[in-house]
T-cell receptor
Framework: DTGVSQDPRHKITKRGQNVTFRCDPI?????LYWYRQTLGQGPEFLTY????????KSRLLSDRFSAERPKGSFSTLEIQRTEQGDSAMYLC???????????????FGPGTRLTVL | GQNIDQPTEMTATEGAIVQINCTYQ??????LFWYQQHAGEAPTFLSY????GLEEKGRFSSFLSRSKGYSYLLLKELQMKDSASYLC???????????FGGGTRVLVKP
């Protein structure tokens, strides 16, 4: 399977614990995005990388959240001191700016569902 | 900022047609996307419009009017497997992040 992969698919943690999620984008894609989706809502943008550079962060991304993409390939999203309000699906997507199409289509991974007890 | 509105839920009968409307107000625009999302799964790409008019792709069509800030997704010959959420998303002027509406949950009944 050459699509976007995320690990783990599900994570249950206790309030106050730290969690880390991983995303592996499609191999030739230089852009990587993180979104958060709560039940019954559309995804909300969190941050994105072009290669290893983090180019934009949403105001939703509090200082408890940090994302990295150290070698411009996979990315990690860490949440420190988790709160119950962090419970959501965390989606990763990737795209290529070198695409032949007219648009910068984003391909989504299956997501990591986080439950904070 | 960006504001994107679409109905929360729609119900239709197998074999029928359903039209999902999306209105948007954005500070920049570089195209409008429609994604399909089945429960518990990743969104999958359906269509992209950047110019005014209708784009047809099999049973699915999408329309855009930039002057009205309006798009719709038309699903024809509905099948049970079309029961899903349909997400309208606008790409900002910088051509990077997507801003999504809340999604429209479509329920197809036999």
């Amino acid at each position: 399977d050459t699509g976007v992969s995320q690990d783990p698919r599900h994570k249950i943690t206790k309030r106050g614990q730290n969690v880390t999620f991983r995303c592996d984008p499609i191999s030739e894609h230089n852009r990587l995005y993180w979104y958060r989706q709560t039940l019954g809502q559309g995804p909300e943008f969190l941050t994105y990388f072009q290669n290893e550079a983090q180019l934009e962060k949403s105001r939703l991304l509090s200082d408890r959240f940090s994302a990295e993409r150290p070698k411009g390939s996979f990315s990690t999203l860490e949440i420190q001191r988790t709160e119950q309000g962090d419970s959501a699906m965390y989606l990763c997507a990737s795209s290529s700016t070198a695409g032949r199409g007219l648009y910068n289509e984003q391909f989504f991974g299956p997501g990591t569902r986080l439950t904070v007890l | 900022g960006q504001n994107i509105d679409q109905p929360t839920e729609m119900t239709a009968t197998e074999g029928a047609i359903v039209q999902i409307n999306c209105t948007y107000q954005t500070s920049g625009f570089n195209g409008l996307f429609w994604y399909q999302q089945h429960a518990g799964e990743a969104p999958t790409f359906l269509s992209y419009n950047v110019l005014d008019g209708l784009e047809e792709k099999g049973r699915f069509s999408s329309f855009l009017s930039r002057s009205k800030g309006y798009s719709y997704l038309l699903l024809k010959e509905l099948q049970m497997k079309d029961s899903a959420s349909y997400l309208c998303a606008v790409m900002g002027a910088a051509g990077n992040k997507l801003t999504f509406g809340g999604g429209t949950r479509v329920l197809v009944k036999p």
